[in-house]
């Protein structure tokens, strides 16, 4: 396994209210942070709050290039950004879910419970479970 050293660039916290981060994303002008009752917007340049959106935000946070993605136990919601609004609901895999990404136009997310990664087609809906190569 290649590992290789990282360097951290900027910290950014703590901030007022939250007492964990559950998820984070970047939509090319803010960082996104899941804080368990709502998602909160912080420009990366200042690290100044910009405003939050009242979601159940416990796990992972992702972005589309237009929407964000949010676990909230066992679904997904696809939310508007601009507005606040949910739009829609997947399911989550296995009833629950703990990571989430967007990547080459598919959800990615982690289930820790049973070492599984599920690429999901967020227009179908539709879930296909990737295993986790077993722990040695």
């Given at each position: 396994m290649n590992q290789s050293a990282a360097e951290i660039v900027r910290e950014y916290?703590?901030?007022?209210?939250v007492d964990q981060v559950h998820g984070v994303t970047y939509d090319g002008q803010h960082v996104w942070l899941a804080?368990?009752?709502?998602?909160?917007?912080?420009?990366?340049?200042?690290g100044k709050t910009l405003r939050s959106i009242a979601v159940a935000a416990n796990a992972g946070t992702a972005f589309d290039g237009r929407h964000l993605f949010?676990?909230?136990?066992d679904r997904i919601q696809k939310i508007d950004p601009k507005t606040?609004?949910?739009?829609a609901t997947i399911?989550?895999?296995g009833g629950g879910c703990s990571g989430l990404t967007w990547a080459e136009g598919m959800l990615?997310?982690?289930q820790?419970?049973?070492r599984k990664i599920y690429q999901i087609d967020p227009r179908q809906g539709r879930f296909f479970a990737r295993s986790s190569p077993s722990a040695s």
């Open positions: 916290g703590p901030f007022p209210g804080v368990g009752d709502r998602l909160i917007a912080f420009d990366p340049a200042t949010q676990i909230d136990g606040g609004r949910v739009l399911p989550a895999p990615w997310v982690g820790y419970r049973d």
